[in-house]
């Protein structure tokens, strides 16, 4: 079952511009996760944010925290074309916070 | 740096063959998964492990079986393998302890084909 909904599905930018990405969940949550996986590869862990922390940075990245929206964003700014890749968000399960459930994605594609 | 490996990149194979997926970790991490991965669909969990010999459904077990024999190895194996298993599937492992407990550490993937 999908606890992580990601908006939009897909985005298209130039080198340079901000790219913004949206999660929204369903249930209560420990932390929330975002990953980022280049095609055809694995996922790779960027950043997690605890429940009790709104916002949270990373070199590029910006992370932002709602729970009572049940929602999350992340920021990549100043993109790069190797920037493109899709990103996940994923929340822990609510009943074993030892399992991630992750969202759909959102592709993302950088145009030099 | 935390590695986790699959055994193959890409496979192919036939209807009712027995097909087994090999991921090796080696940062000692407790829990080990395997996820495919279809368009449109994300991850999905297929089973989980905490432990050696332990092992846990997950959303789609239907199909596959696990076997965890060493902390460090998680096998998947398709009994008889069909062409909706056509997939990619991945390996990850994470601690159950510590401040970032939860963050999983995913191997490659391996593309697999049923024809």
């Known amino acids: 079952s999908q606890q992580g909904e990601e908006d939009p599905q897909a985005l298209s930018i130039q080198e340079g511009e901000n790219a913004t990405m949206n999660c929204s969940y369903k249930?209560?949550?420990?932390?929330l996760q975002w990953y980022r996986q280049n095609s055809g590869r694995g996922l790779v862990h960027l950043i997690l944010?605890?429940?009790?922390?709104r916002e949270k940075h990373s070199g590029r990245l910006r992370v932002t925290l709602d729970t009572s929206k049940k929602s999350s964003s992340l920021l990549i700014t100043a993109s790069r074309a190797a920037d493109t890749a899709s990103y996940f968000c994923?929340?822990?399960?609510?009943?074993?916070?030892?399992?991630?459930?992750f969202g759909t994605g959102t592709r993302l594609q950088v145009f030099p | 740096d935390v590695k986790v490996t699959q055994s193959s990149r890409y496979l192919v194979k036939r209807t009712g063959e027995k097909v087994f997926l090999e991921c090796v970790q080696d940062?000692?991490?407790?829990?080990m998964f395997w996820y495919r991965q279809d368009p449109g669909l994300g991850l999905r969990l297929i089973y989980f492990s905490y432990d050696v010999k332990m092992k846990e459904k997950g959303d789609i077990p239907e199909g596959y079986s696990v076997s965890r024999e060493k902390k460090e190895r998680f096998s998947l194996i398709l009994e008889s393998a069909s062409t909706n298993q056509t997939s990619m599937y991945l390996c990850?492992?994470?601690?159950?302890?510590?401040?970032?407990?939860?963050?999983?550490?995913f191997g490659p993937g391996t593309r697999l084909t049923v024809l």
């Open positions: 990850a492992s994470s601690w159950n302890w510590g401040e970032n407990y939860n963050e999983q550490f």
């Open positions: 249930t209560s949550i420990n932390n």
């Open positions: 994923a929340t822990d399960a609510p009943y074993n916070t030892d399992k991630l459930i």
């Open positions: 944010i605890r429940s009790n922390e």
């Open positions: 940062m000692d991490h407790e829990n």
